[in-house]
């Protein structure tokens, strides 16, 4: 079982050489350059990813011993047309697609998290639980996951007619949940907060039910790490 | 894509060649392409079978130098971009790959933009 912390290291320097090994960033095929020695001697993109063939490269590339560096410098932007369609099925790919990077990397691959960057630089994200059983499953163990968990379980002892432990778990399942969702908050704007929390939490259940039906593909269990935020 | 290539062209330090892989589409990649040649010393390579990884390998094959940066068709790079880029890999053998920064920009005021310019924009101040 690892216990990964998952940190927002993107400040300009060298991922590899002066980071903790536990942590890995990857980068976006967007905006990334390749040595062409280096392409050379790990290989092509994996033409078998569908989704995930950042990660692929990154953990090839860097298991190679090739230092990976960071230039924040060297931006570039992003135009964005999207729908709630095409978020929910881009969610519902990364999910599907990314058990089969997991399965090729082990538990290298379980450390590559897809988020590349994010809103506040240095930030630590919250701690998540990652478990590789001998059946061959990966779990994320996130506050989404939970909050769910709760309240699956304050709805089964309120059915048993189990009053005290349904209470607390509903009460556990609401903390989780404010905590979830408290950064998509601003009373300012009710409006665009209750669009954030909706988008989010889809965005997050396509990409748990793209993980678990793409992990189901491989044969294995697959929990995909659901996002969360710090306010 | 027009956007992209022309954000190419304003380069500070600009790029030896460009490879333009048109992934099976269905649109008019090669006209624009072909419209780039008097400003970017830029080839246009067809790439039948959809895919991103297979789209980016045809792209690398068909390029010839020692550093192969990567840009997608809905991004803009910044003047100064390849110049940056290209700096940590002449400072230092050892580095095999960079990763620039990719922010997201407002087209239209969609809440979903909203979204995402809120959740994956980098602490860095937007330029918009």
């Not at chain 1, 709760?150 to 989780?176: N, R, S, Y």
């Not at chain 2, 068909?62 to 790079?77: E, L, N």
Request: aromatic share 12%.
């Amino acid at each position: 079982m690892i216990i990964q912390v998952l940190c927002n290291l993107f400040e300009e320097g060298y991922q590899r050489r002066e980071r903790d090994s536990s942590i890995s960033p990857f980068f976006a095929g967007a905006n990334v350059a390749f040595r062409r020695q280096a392409l050379d001697q790990i290989g092509r993109y994996d033409e078998s990813c569908a989704s995930g063939e950042d990660q692929d490269m990154w953990l090839r590339i860097t298991e190679a011993r090739w230092e990976a560096y960071f230039e924040p410098k060297a931006a570039v932007r992003h135009k964005n047309r999207l729908t709630v369609r095409s978020l929910i099925r881009q969610w519902f790919r990364y999910g599907y697609h990314h058990p089969y990077v997991t399965m090729k990397h082990g538990s290298r691959g379980v450390r590559v998290y897809r988020r590349s960057s994010t809103k506040q630089k240095g930030a630590i994200y919250d701690c998540l639980l990652t478990a590789r059983f001998p059946f061959d499953a990966t779990l994320f163990l996130t506050s989404f996951l939970l909050m769910h968990a709760f309240f699956a379980l304050a709805v089964l002892f309120a059915a048993l007619t189990l009053g005290i432990p349904a209470i607390v778990m509903g009460i556990l399942a609401l903390v989780l949940a404010v905590r979830y969702f408290r950064s998509d908050i601003d009373m300012r704007h009710p409006l665009q907060a209750f669009s954030f929390v909706f988008l989010r939490y889809i965005a997050n259940l396509a990409l748990l039910l793209g993980g678990l039906l793409g992990g189901m593909r491989l044969g294995m269990l697959y929990v995909s790490p659901t996002f969360d935020y710090k306010a | 894509m027009k956007d992209a290539l022309e954000s190419l062209v304003r380069q500070s330090r600009l790029p030896d060649e460009v490879v333009v892989v048109d992934n099976a589409s269905e649109d008019h990649t090669r006209d624009v392409v072909v419209g780039f040649k008097g400003n970017l010393n830029v080839k246009y390579v067809y790439e039948p079978i959809r895919g991103i990884p297979r789209a980016r390998n045809a792209g690398v094959n068909a390029t010839t130098g020692d550093i192969i940066a990567f840009i997608d068709d809905d991004c803009v790079a910044d003047e100064d971009w390849l110049k940056h880029m290209e700096i940590p890999f002449i400072r230092d053998p050892y580095v095999g790959v960079v990763g620039g920064e990719v922010s997201y920009f407002r087209i239209g005021s969609g809440i979903i933009e909203e979204f995402y310019i809120k959740n994956m924009n980098s602490g860095r101040k937007s330029k918009d």
